[in-house]
């Protein structure tokens, strides 16, 4: 097959990120069919210029809707703020492209549903942002539970906790409105501990959560709006509309137990995006800031040398790694980007959908919903209410 013409909209984390899997693909992976980098599309003329000259796109377009009914373009990637997504994608599929969109999928389950329907009428591929699910050391995690080696699943505990919004004159940057980002750490960091916990473990039965704004008032943002944002003490203030911190308890359809936790004001933790799970033969702990890394424990390990060890996932024997360095020599957070793509691009080549795609946005969505509901009405939620 040939290139693969990707037209990406949104330049700044997500948008580097992206990119700069686009480049390394072909360079690491020679036998995937390549992306070709045509267009980058942002509403900042000067902007996007510069995102184009330094991530290598091709072109730069200035608004999407041009962007996408381009006819040297298979592919739209969208990595706009959450609120875009859903018209932007059920434009792309109306044109005839494949689509990848960031997490969340949609601000809620009725506008993820209206998205997937739209690239499923059109008969496009479809793919959603879970990036830690392509960790070598996940993909481990994966084949341990699949293969039975930690026998039937008890428990399944997982946190992802970040600590950047914790100083209150940090500004009401678009995270932090609703209108915008859906939902707070629930939707930003909940989503993807949900998705790892539906891709290790299997679905969601029922839910109770609770959730808290810490800090309810913030400075209006002046010029930066990213994570390292700077707020200014006399800016006039607005209303924070999302979750500082969400916490839940689960029951997944196999019997397994979970609790899960989402939270920004967790002082120390950069980027803690972590899970356990204990079966009847083993346990598996794994910690994103370590990311080559599975602590694996079995049962039938022998008496004298029974406890936790550490797996390097970075042999021959684990996910993506012979495509990389020797042994030993570990990865980092863009790879689980690269691999992703890898995933996007197979597809498409294959004609098969990628895994994880809009389903799994949306499922994901239902959880993050279910989890609102019981806190809203105070009582267990059980997903089938929502679906
Ligand atoms: C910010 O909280 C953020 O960048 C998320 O938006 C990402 O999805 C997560 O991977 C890391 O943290």
Not at 169 to 196: C, N, T, Y
Not at 238 to 252: E, M, N, P, Y
Not at 343 to 367: K, L, S, T, Y
Request: net charge negative; with cysteine.
């Amino acid at each position: 097959m040939s290139n693969i013409r990707v037209g990406m909209i949104g330049y700044k984390f997500m948008g580097k990120a992206h990119s700069n899997a686009y480049r390394a693909l072909p360079m690491f992976f020679p036998n995937v069919t390549r992306p070709q980098m045509v267009a980058i599309c942002g509403r900042d003329a000067a902007g996007v210029e510069q995102a184009r000259a330094q991530f290598g796109w091709e072109s730069a377009e200035t608004d999407w809707r041009n962007l996408i009914v381009r006819d040297d373009i298979d592919v739209v990637d969208i990595n706009a703020p959450s609120d875009a997504h859903k018209e932007i994608a059920i434009a792309a599929a109306a044109a005839g492209k494949h689509i990848f969109c960031e997490k969340p999928l949609a601000l809620n389950l009725a506008d993820s549903i209206d998205m997937l329907n739209a690239a499923e009428k059109a008969g496009v591929k479809h793919m959603v942002g879970f990036n830690y699910r392509f960790a070598p050391a996940v993909q481990l995690a994966k084949k341990l539970v699949s293969e039975g080696r930690l026998g039937k699943i008890f428990h399944f505990r997982g946190f992802f906790l970040q600590d950047w919004i914790v100083d209150p004159q940090f500004p009401l940057v678009w995270r932090l409105q609703k209108e915008i980002a859906g939902s707070g750490s629930h939707g930003d960091l909940g989503a993807h501990v949900i998705d790892m916990a539906r891709f290790l473990v299997g679905e969601f039965q029922e839910v109770i959560g609770m959730s808290e704004t810490f800090v309810k008032e913030r400075p209006l943002p002046t010029t930066m709006t990213g994570l390292s944002a700077k707020g200014d003490a006399d800016a006039p203030k607005g209303q924070v509309t999302v979750d500082d911190a969400t916490l839940f308890l689960a029951r997944f359809a196999n019997g397994a137990l979970g609790s899960i936790e989402a939270t920004r004001f967790a002082p120390g933790h950069r980027c803690t995006n972590s899970f356990e799970i204990n079966g009847s033969k083993g346990s598996i702990k794994f910690d994103f800031e370590r990311v080559n890394e599975l602590q694996v424990y079995f049962t039938d390990d022998a008496d004298d040398v029974q406890g936790f060890r550490r797996v390097l996932a970075t042999d021959a024997a684990h996910a993506y790694s012979e495509n990389w360095w020797p042994a030993g020599h570990t990865i980092g957070y863009e790879h689980t980007f690269t691999h992703e793509m890898v995933e996007f691009m197979n597809a498409i080549a294959e004609d098969r959908q990628p895994v994880p795609n809009f389903v799994d946005g949306v499922e994901c969505q239902a959880v993050l919903e279910a989890v609102d509901k019981s806190i809203e009405e105070r009582r267990w939620v059980a997903i089938s209410e929502l679906r």
